[in-house]
């Protein structure tokens, strides 16, 4: 059997660590975690893990310590599972996964955890200082790799941890991890049907329309959304529809976990002459149509997007 080095990265509060500790129990792989690594050195200096990411904008021995175990990691024969936010690209023949939830959501489940190193008086204070350590980590790791921490192209896997549980996104990266060669086009993308805003008013893909699509799928598909891929973009941590809707309903009303996604495009990318992602979401999703979305499927959105414009 192939030996299985998997690299997980991912967004604040995204549920890495505790995802990848599954994967590894299940795969019977070593958990290595450079998140400890970091949080221990950290410590060592008397510094906060926010404090010692901004230090390290101006140190580079700091990186240099974490980023050459790591790179070592490569020549091992054992199964592998890595949490760290930069594997990706230290460890290229790895399974690349990423996972991403809204700020709002991760500050709610940081603050949960009560971690001894991180503590936050509010839900608000987290989403704060979480959005500040990961600018400084985005920041620093585009000046000395020249690597988009956030760009999901660099990925094999890309997948919304929101909604679905941590076993059940396990169970995703593992089938990903056995059929690895069939992951085209990269990256494959899973994305909770809850977490999808729709760009169309609801009577587009009203009940007659979708009678067609439950007959072609049936419930048990629908359920376990094993339907083809929705056309989506992604903008400023949203997931907006491109093409899909009636899949997306269909998926939302059958509660699917996940749902396979195309990423069409991500923030200023193009999709079209003259439309980039962040154009058409910003046009598209409008408060009336999340509105409309919500009622009629009877559930209400974790987070909404930054740049829906205020209610009158």
């Known amino acids: 059997m192939m030996t299985l080095h998997i690299s997980i990265s991912g967004e604040p509060g995204c549920g890495k660590t505790t995802i990848a500790k599954i994967l590894a129990e299940r795969l019977n792989a070593t958990y290595i975690s450079t998140g400890l690594i970091q949080r221990d050195i950290a410590s060592k200096q008397g510094l906060t893990t926010l404090e ?49 939830c809204p700020l709002s959501v991760a500050a709610n489940r940081v603050n949960a955890q009560a971690r001894r190193e991180e503590t936050y008086a509010s839900n608000d204070e987290a989403a704060t200082l979480l959005r500040e350590r990961y600018e400084s980590e985005k920041a620093r790791f585009s000046k000395y790799y020249g690597a988009a921490l956030d760009n999901l192209r660099n990925f094999d896997l890309v997948v919304d941890t929101t909604v679905a549980t941590p076993q059940a996104i396990a169970d995703a990266i593992c089938q990903a991890a056995l059929a690895r060669p069939t992951l085209i086009p990269i990256p494959r993308v899973l994305v909770s049907p809850s977490s999808l805003f729709p ?67 991500q923030n200023d990318e193009i999709i ?13 999703i409008t408060w009336s149509r999340v509105y409309d979305w919500e009622a009629a499927f009877d559930f209400s959105f974790k987070s909404y997007p930054d740049f829906l414009r205020p209610l009158p």
């Not at 439950?214 to 997931?239: F, K």
């Not at 899949?247 to 069409?264: E, G, I, Q, S």
């Open 199 to 265: 760009t169309q008013d609801i009577r587009e893909v009203a009940q007659q329309y979708l009678s067609p699509v439950r007959e072609h799928y049936g419930a048990d598909r629908l359920m376990q959304g094993d339907i083809d891929p929705v056309n989506v973009c992604r903008v400023s941590g949203t997931w907006g529809i491109l093409d899909g809707h009636k899949r997306a309903v269909l998926a939302l009303a059958f509660n699917a976990p996940l749902v396979p996604a195309t990423l069409c495009a």
């Open 272 to 284: 079209r002459s003259g439309v980039t992602g962040r154009s058409f979401l910003e046009t598209s």
């Open 52 to 100: 010692l990411n901004l230090l390290a904008e101006t140190d580079g021995s700091i990186d240099e310590q974490i980023d050459a175990h790591t790179r070592s990691l490569g020549n091992s024969h054992q199964n592998l599972v890595v949490d760290s936010r930069l594997a990706w690209r230290f460890l290229p023949a790895s399974l690349k996964v990423f996972l991403v």
